[in-house]
Structure formats: structure tokens, C-alpha cells
């Protein structure tokens, strides 16, 4: 599949996206050649591969879920200038 340069304006002009005029044949091409690629990588038999989640047989690391950290809420708010039910009071900047 190749793409051409009125291809990738148009595509830039939907996206909101700057191409410089002399970049355009360029980016085309390279476009194109993602494109062909795709194309020889859907052509490869994957009747017999099961579907993975990841290349590597990795696993996730997982900790206990576990409170790890001191509650400062008292002492925070006793650095804030205004307070009130617990809660940090800060000028209203929306009429």
C-alpha cells in the first residue's frame, strides 16, 4: 500500500499537524514502507502461535497491598494558613 503526498496534506490537515512542504514526499515514503511492512507481517501463518500478552514469560511483581506511609494529616494541616473539617481552605478563583 502506498500512500502519496496529497495523502499525508490531507491526513496532517485533519490532525492539526504541520508538515513542511519539503518533508512531505518523505514522510509519504516512510509511510508507505511501515505500510508494505504491515502488509509482509499479515501475510505470515499464525494458525498454530497462541495469542500472548507479552514476548517475555514475565510476571508482575506484586506487593501487598499495605499502608506504608504515616498519616500527617494533623501536622500538614497545621502548616495550611486557613483550615476547616479537615480540609485545606484556598481563595476561590472562579466567579
Known amino acids: 500500500m502506498a500512500v502519496d503526498a496529497s495523502e499525508i496534506q490531507k ?3 485533519l490532525a492539526r499537524l504541520s ?3 519539503s518533508q512531505v514526499e518523505t514522510t509519504a515514503n516512510t509511510i508507505s514502507r511501515i505500510l508494505e511492512l504491515v502488509d509482509q507481517m499479515q501475510t505470515v501463518n499464525t494458525d498454530n502461535v497462541e495469542p500472548m500478552a507479552h514476548p517475555l514469560d514475565a510476571t508482575a511483581r ?3 497491598d499495605v499502608v506504608s506511609e504515616e498519616n500527617n494529616r494533623e501536622q500538614l494541616l497545621s502548616c495550611a494558613p486557613a483550615t476547616e473539617d479537615g480540609l485545606f481552605l484556598v481563595p476561590k478563583v472562579i466567579e
Open 11 to 13: 491526513v496532517a490537515h
Open 19 to 21: 508538515i513542511d512542504d
Open 62 to 64: 506484586l506487593r501487598k
